[in-house]
């Protein structure tokens, strides 16, 4: 082995990503059944994997949120974080990514999951860290291994390095030759691989896919290039260097194969993470950790758990942390660690204190929020990386079935929101509505299973209201007048109101041409006051915009007028005026942008048409090769559930962004589709 394999690196922590429901919890429960770590590897369909351990990951036969699962191998200890596949659950993904010493990116030979691969690709790119490509799930291959790359180079930007072969017997694959060993295996279920010779036909299929190996690798490599043009076979070690090298350069992406639900291929993987990726070291350096030996950690997730408390996924990144450390976040709070765990799914089990590489869950820190960087010292450190989730895309408001958990619903949001900043809950003042906002409509589902299951509050949901409202098309000149006489004191105030439309967009003014103080100037703003009260529920039901209202005259009593009396006055001149006022309702529409490959663009635009969006024109994605970016402006009533149908014509990668860009009138059958709606909610 070269010198690369030797360096002492500590504790390893690698990240398993990947498409959907590409074998990524297989694969750690392979993982974790090959080191010894777990007796008997289950399966997701059983619901007995390690990973996938919440009741809502075992429901929905998926995974929800992260999990992580530490393990030994030959003598190191390594943890591996099972990232969830799915586009709504990305922001786990994300936020762990920064931290770990590599990724085991899985994939299948699919071509319709290419612009998931893709996707995650990229953000390993971005972040600069180390990938191997493992093609899993080859007990179902149909075509050759060499097709398959080339199906899914187009989602690497660096290029996919196959580094094993497969065996092929009577139409399945039955083991694989390892090009940098030059060694030939078959598989054996849930057991290593034996090794066999190597001849034949294998040793001539091994010379040929070698040397395409080794003709990648001297891209980088102006020595090996020169072994190889003169035809001098490159000594073992010098392949061995390179791949580990050039893997942390990321300049290639190494691709092995295998059968997570078999254990096969498993072993190889390991060794390949062993030798080859980088350790702690190389990862504070990349993440430009500096210490004057305070202790640092990053936190990957951080938990509210249903017993346990809170829990705070944690990589050290330098130092060594024991229980009842005191480490600051970036609140500047310091917590108090109460326990160091080792983590294998959802058990944990109490340990001494953790190294520099050590992946482990600190017990309550209660300031602690997914993607904090904490430290022993007194001030906060320099965050380490800053994971912004991506704009929400869904919406729904969430109301406690029993109003006596009004309370507990609101701090089990701001838990939620805690463990993932993807979920955004906002508070309509206007509506009085708890909206929560997310990634799609699986994410928001899961976080209403939790609000049930983990923190007890049964909620209902329902679509959020749509922010209408109305104005008028035609001006008024109106009396509001209000005489009340009952017994001793009377009421008397007395306006006239001119009422006039406005231009989009300017809301509401307030004006008075009072002369010969007909209103005495002390009633002025109650009549204000009462205008505005009348606006908020105009004829159609909704607020009313764009009115500019001016108090043209009136009269007053003595005795029997008060601020009360104008107030009223006031109101009743706006509600008697506005139905004469040609009202008429007002949508509000917002600008859109949607990002799609390009295959999916003319379906988009069908989708946007459909939904009464006016196209403005589209472009290719900076950036993003083979994509497309469709702006639109549309109405908001249209995009609340868009983002389903999005989805569906682009194999879940497509999205968007939205701004609220105009109010516009909206007449005909659907205006009074809308205003019946609202009047039978009333
Ligand atoms: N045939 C075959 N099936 C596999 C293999 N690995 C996983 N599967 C099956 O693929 C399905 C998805 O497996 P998971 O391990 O849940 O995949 P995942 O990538 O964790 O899924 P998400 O986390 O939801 O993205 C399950 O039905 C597995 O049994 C494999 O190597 N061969
Ligand atoms: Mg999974």
Redesign the pocket.
Known sequence: MGQNGNSPKGPRCIALV??????????LEAILARTGAIQRQG???AGTTV??GSPEARHH???VEVSAASTNFLGDSYTFI?C???VEFVHDMRTVLPAVDAAVV?CEADERKVPQLQLVMRELEQLGIPRFLFL?????ADQRVRETLKLLQPASRVPLVLRQIPIWSNEIITGFVDLALERAFIYKEHAPSEVVPLEGEHADRNKEARFGMLEKLADYDDELMEQLLEDIPPPRDKVFDDLAKELRDGVICPVLI?????TNGVLRLLKALRHEAPGVADTAQRLSVKTNGENIAYVMKTLHTAHGGKMSISRVLSGTIPEGAMLTGASGTADRVSGVFKLTGQASEKRGPAVAGDTVAFGKLDHARSGDTLTSAKQPHAPVATVNAYPPVLAFTVTAKERKDDVKLGQALSKLYDEDPSLTIIHNPETHEVIAWGQGEMHLRVATERLAQRFGVAVTTQPPTVGYRETIRKGIEQRGRHKKQSGGHGQFGDVVLRIKPMPRGSGFSFDEEITGGVVPRNYIPSVEEGVIDALKHGPLGFPVVDVTVTLIDGSYHTVDSSDMAFRTAGRIGIVEALPQCNPVLLEPIHSVEIVCPSEATAKINAILSGRRGQILGFDTREGWAGWDAVKALMPESEIGDLIVEVRSATAGVGTFTFKFDHMQELTGKQADQIVAARRAAE
């Open positions: 990947g498409p959907f429901q590409s074998g990524k919890t297989t694969l399966t997701v369909e990973g996938d036969h998926m995974s099972d969830p596949g799915s899985v899993n799930k080859i007990d179902k295998g059968v997570a639900t078999r």
